[in-house]
């Protein structure tokens, strides 16, 4: 898939528009090169994905707060937040290379609680 046809996409997706290759064919190269601009400095789409994440990172926070106590409180996966529609046509949400990671957070987060 194209990226152009991807960024239509997004945009009909965001606007209610049901055939983004008629958006496309019917948008100045003006518009368009807005929409890819205005993409690049302020994402939309995947709404749910962002959530989950960082309703993962919350979640593994209390945990970690919990295990300073002596408490066993089992960390969350993204999946956890996701609906299940998306769960079942994506078995592992994969974390890109670089992101940050539960595990590296709850390592940090363990120090610091260790600090004090």
């Not at 009909?12 to 008629?22: M, N, T």
């Not at 948008?27 to 994440?53: L, M, T």
């Not at 919350?58 to 993204?78: C, D, F, H, Q, R």
């Not at 992101?99 to 590296?104: E, F, L, V």
Request: overall charge positive; some cysteine; hydrophobic content about 40%.
């Amino acid at each position: 898939m194209s990226h152009k046809l991807r960024l239509a996409g997004r945009v009909c997706l965001a606007l209610g528009i049901d055939d983004p290759e008629q958006w496309l064919h019917e948008a100045s190269s003006r518009k368009i090169a807005f929409w890819d601009a205005f993409f690049q400095v302020e994402p939309y789409g995947n709404e749910w994905y962002r959530d989950a994440v960082q309703c993962t990172l919350l979640s593994n926070l209390i945990a970690t707060v919990a295990a300073t106590v002596g408490a066993k409180v089992k960390p969350s996966e993204v999946n956890t937040f996701m609906p299940m529609s998306y769960y079942e046509n994506n078995k592992k949400v994969q974390i890109k290379k670089g992101a940050a990671s539960i595990q590296n957070f709850q390592a940090w987060a363990q120090k610091f609680a260790s600090s004090k």
